[in-house]
């Protein structure tokens, strides 16, 4: 009898960093991360960050998506989307495969658009047909 594998990743668990908070530090989750404090270091997230309205980090950040409504210094690096919405503020490079700023959100930073792996395989390259001449 086979046992089943169970997903590394539980369900609805995330990690948080509370309003009035200061971390300082390296941070390596696989859940969701939802920061509302203060946080100085690095991030490296498997699961979505988001960093909250009254949060300010001075970090690099990796991660699947990337919400910013706070205030971030430091470049960041998404899989997937970055979303920066009207109360982000964003000082530093951005690596997304897709970036979406608000009106009235803030990027102040080179940003470069990469696409995953995955839409990386999907494009077909066709040969070249030139004429021939008569």
Known sequence: ?????????SSGASTL???????????????????????????????NVTIGESAVTR???????IVIAGKVYGDISA???LTITPTGQMYGDVTAS?????EGGVLNGASR???????????????????EAG
């Open 1 to 9: 009898m086979k046992k089943s594998k169970k997903n590394k990743r």
């Open 17 to 47: 960093i509370s309003q009035g908070s200061q971390v300082e530090g390296s941070l390596h989750c696989e859940a969701d991360l939802r920061i509302d404090g203060d946080f100085n270091g690095t991030i490296e997230s498997q699961g």
């Open 59 to 65: 970090s690099n950040i990796s991660a699947k998506e």
């Open 79 to 81: 899989a997937g989307k």
């Open 98 to 102: 897709s970036l979406i700023i608000m």
């Open 113 to 131: 658009m990469e696409k995953t792996p995955s839409e990386k395989n999907t494009v077909e390259t066709l040969p070249l047909q030139r004429p």
